[in-house]
Every structure is written in structure tokens, then in C-alpha cells.
């Protein structure tokens, strides 16, 4: 099984490189959205690398076994005159009969993973102030250093991707407030958390509103966040965010590249059109991060 899955994960190295697909056997469509999409934006992946580990293998009924197993990519891009290294763990299932490969799908965790539920937050309005300047470069730091990793100082979920986030903004001087009230506030303490710290849909909401301590204001596209702001994705489309990325980088057109965690990602194009989660009624929310000095 695993010489298979190395040969499986050879021929898409080889389709992100190649100018035609000349084989069906082992097409991935994700990999034609991604390189379809960095031609309309004068871009391509000049190079490609993967690296796979088994994570685990159920050995079922009539001979059939399911490998799970993780794969990093590596993706070396060139658009117009700069170049840039995209990275993204993919989790994936493989399923054999009689120990010959059948099929292989990446396993979408928004689809499968329940977010925390969250309860009513309070919206908050008061003459307090809480003074801090927001370190965009700190945030990014943070966002790069623990990307495919989890630091021991916080809880970690399985859909940990606003938890990061939150993470990445506090690296840059966003201030706790409102502990031990879970609907109030932006904090994780004594292993405890807000519904805006670790729930997209929560931090959609919560920083917008607030008018005390973190908070951003909505932009209306992209192109007008900076480093260290944050994009919010309703993959659905029907009102309940799900996810959180944080840009980490700007593209040759200006365009922001995120960091994610979940699917952990890095340098990933912010619209996500190559992400098993993405359905064409995908709504954004893009905040920019205001200082209160």
C-alpha cells in the first residue's frame, strides 16, 4: 500500500508541473483548480514536492482496508517576476481491496468536525478603553511560526482554525478582556475561552462590534487588507461563518496570501477556490485591524 500511495503522490507532483494532463488514472481536479486559477492571475507552480506519512489503516470486512494519511505539499510559484512557496497539509483517505489501490479523497473537516456551538453574545458598548497598538509584523511572525504546528501554551481543537487566528492577533498585541464570560469579550484562560477566540462565526461578529479592546472594521475587497488582517469564509452560504485565515503576504497584484490552520496552510490565495470545502455560494467577510492609542 504504501509504494501505491507514493506513486499516487509522485503523478500529482507531475501534474502541477505538467502543461497537459496525459493520464486520467490519477487526475486530481484540486490541482487543476489551483493551476487554473494561477493563470488567470499570471502565475504557475514551477515546482512541486510532497512528503507522505500513514497515519493510520482499518482493516474492514471482504478485504478492504482504509489508510489514512497526511501528505505536506510544497508548491513553488512564479507570478510575473516575483516567486513565492506555498505549503498546505493535506489529510487524506485511501481505500484498497485485496491490497490494490481503489480510490483516494481529501477528507474535508468542515464537513465532518462540529464547531463548537456558541450561545448569544453580548454586544458591548462603553466609555472603557483599552489602549494598544496593533504589531502587524509580530502577528505574521507568529502566523509563520506555528503554522503546521500547535503551541503548548493554548487548547487546541479539532477545527482550530480561529483559534489560531486569535493566537496570531494577540502575538500582535491584541489584549485579552472579558474572562470568565464566555459571551463577552476575546480571551483563553485557564483553559477556558470566548466563543469569539475560538468560533468563526463568533469572530465574525465580535470584531465588528465591539467597541472595546481588539476590534476591526469591514472592508469591502480584499485588496484592501494589510498584513496581519483576517478573512472570514461562509463556505455554504448560508450566514454561519466557518473558517478564519490571517494574510501573511501579498501576491504580485497585491492580493493577499493567508495562513490557515485546520487544513494547515500557508502563502494559500485567499479565495480558497482549490479548497475541498469551497461551494460556489462561498461568501467572505475582510476586517482590517484598528489600533486604540
Not at 278 to 293: A, H, L, R
Amino acid at each position: 500500500m504504501r509504494e501505491q500511495l507514493q506513486e499516487l503522490l509522485q503523478k500529482r507532483v507531475q501534474q502541477c508541473v505538467s502543461q497537459k494532463n496525459r493520464s486520467r488514472a490519477h487526475f486530481c481536479p484540486k490541482i487543476e483548480i489551483k493551476k487554473e486559477g494561477l493563470a488567470k492571475r499570471s502565475g504557475e507552480i514551477i515546482k512541486a514536492k510532497s512528503i507522505g506519512n500513514i497515519i493510520s489503516v482499518d482493516h474492514g470486512h471482504e478485504d478492504k482496508d482504509s489508510v489514512r494519511y497526511n501528505v505536506h505539499f510544497k508548491y513553488l510559484v512564479k507570478q510575473k517576476d516575483i516567486f513565492f512557496l506555498e505549503e498546505e497539509i493535506e489529510d487524506r483517505r485511501a481505500e484498497f481491496y485485496k491490497g490494490i489501490f481503489i480510490e483516494d479523497h481529501e477528507i474535508n473537516h468542515y464537513a465532518e468536525a462540529k464547531q463548537e456551538s456558541e450561545q448569544n453574545l453580548e454586544i458591548e458598548d462603553s466609555d472603557e478603553r483599552i489602549v494598544y497598538e496593533y504589531n502587524r509584523l509580530k502577528a505574521v511572525q507568529y502566523a509563520e511560526r506555528w503554522w503546521n504546528s500547535y503551541n503548548p501554551a493554548y487548547e487546541t481543537f479539532e477545527v482550530d482554525c480561529t483559534n489560531y487566528i486569535s493566537q496570531c492577533l494577540h502575538a500582535g498585541g491584541g489584549p485579552m478582556r472579558g474572562y470568565p464570560n464566555r459571551g463577552a469579550g476575546w480571551w483563553m484562560l485557564n483553559k477556558n475561552w470566548s466563543y469569539s477566540w475560538s468560533v468563526a462565526n463568533s469572530m465574525r461578529l465580535h470584531l465588528p462590534r465591539t467597541s472595546i479592546g481588539l476590534r476591526a472594521k469591514e472592508v469591502s475587497s480584499p485588496e484592501q487588507l494589510m498584513l496581519g488582517d483576517v478573512i472570514c469564509y461562509d463556505f455554504q452560504g448560508d450566514g454561519r461563518y466557518d473558517h478564519s485565515t490571517i494574510v501573511t503576504a501579498k501576491d504580485a497584484y497585491g492580493m493577499p496570501l493567508v495562513n490557515a490552520h485546520t487544513t494547515n496552510s500557508r502563502m494559500r490565495y485567499w479565495a480558497y477556490e482549490d479548497s475541498t470545502a469551497y461551494t460556489p455560494n462561498i461568501k467572505y467577510k475582510f476586517f482590517t485591524i484598528v489600533d486604540d492609542q
